[in-house]
């Protein structure tokens, strides 16, 4: 929804101003201008990036029309989770959470939270280690390095997109040369026309260049800045998990660990230790 009022505001300020200034709105309308541009960056994007990077382009671009979905409710849940889950590890031991890390879907922890058990990445992520604390096999120190290696590796797949994009944001503007330099060779073999048709086709191609920029920086390269922030949300969530597990391994007490994790947060999103601490206890009562 923001995306969309924001382009609505970045051509309601370009174009108003334009006729606020006595500019005819029927002089930047140039198809041909815009299929040079337009044809050229696309033909750029699939020569620069292979069909695994297109793809996860393609995939992560819908993303951009929906909200966060990382919101101070969100993290309560998780804490909230990972607290009852920690809990019944220090009460009945780890192998009593055996069966709720094999068959999630079915684990009356995990079913009280819907939103947690519908990321499939994020539940993927916390099984798969509370599998590896099950089996016992690894200290905190290894289970922290994989923790490391698996968020980084998620990290840069996230990257993917966002650089594809941001490439392509660079390229615009020099695409609008080409075709601003395209209308002026066009111009200069024209020169033989009547000056007011000369004017046509001089604003034509200065439209080139005037199109170049604003998909680049009004339209492009905001998609690419909204992906990041997208991604870095994701990765906190599972820095977040990884904190407060590897708490829970070192010894902490579930009350304690929830908090590791709790201090990881953006201030944004981050519950309050109390409301925390609230929301806990009034889980515990039912």
């Known amino acids: 929804m923001f995306v969309i009022v924001g382009y609505l505001v ?5 174009f108003g101003g ?22 050229s960056a696309l033909g750029a994007f699939f020569v620069a990036n292979g069909p695994k990077t297109v793809k996860a382009t393609l995939k992560a671009l819908p993303g951009v029309l929906k909200g966060s979905k990382f919101s101070k409710q969100l993290y ?22 055996e069966s709720d890390v094999d ?20 539940m993927e992520f916390l099984t798969d280690y509370l599998r590896m604390m099950v089996g016992g096999n690894l200290n905190a120190f290894e289970i922290e390095n994989l923790m490391d290696n698996e968020i980084e590796t998620h990290h840069h797949e996230g990257e993917v997109p966002i650089h594809a994009l941001s490439r392509t944001a660079d ?9 601003a330099v395209m209308g002026v060779v066009h111009t200069m073999e024209s020169v033989g026309i009547p000056p007011a048709e000369l004017g046509k086709l001089i604003a034509a191609a200065l439209v080139g260049t005037f199109l170049g920029i604003l998909l680049s920086y009004g339209f492009v390269a ?24 590897l708490a829970s391994m070192n010894g902490y007490a579930p009350q304690v660990a929830v908090e590791f994790g709790r201090k990881v947060l953006y201030s944004t999103e981050r519950p309050g230790f109390s409301e925390l601490e609230e929301e806990i206890r009034s ?3 039912k």
């Open 10 to 14: 970045v051509l309601g300020a370009v």
């Open 18 to 39: 334009f006729i606020m200034a006595g500019g005819h709105v029927a002089a930047l309308f140039q198809p041909v201008e815009l299929l040079m541009i337009g044809g």
């Open 76 to 97: 309560v849940d998780l804490l909230s989770m990972l607290f009852e889950i920690l809990a019944k590890v220090r009460k009945e031991g780890l192998m009593s959470i």
């Open 103 to 122: 068959s999630p879907d079915a684990s009356p922890i995990f079913s009280k939270y819907p939103k947690i058990q519908g990321d499939h990445h994020a």
């Open 171 to 179: 390229a615009l503007p020099a695409f609008g040369i080409v075709a």
């Open 222 to 245: 905001p998609l690419a800045s909204l992906l990041e922030q997208k991604l870095n949300e994701a990765t906190k969530m599972l820095q977040c998990m990884k904190v407060t597990l």
């Open 283 to 285: 889980r515990k009562g």
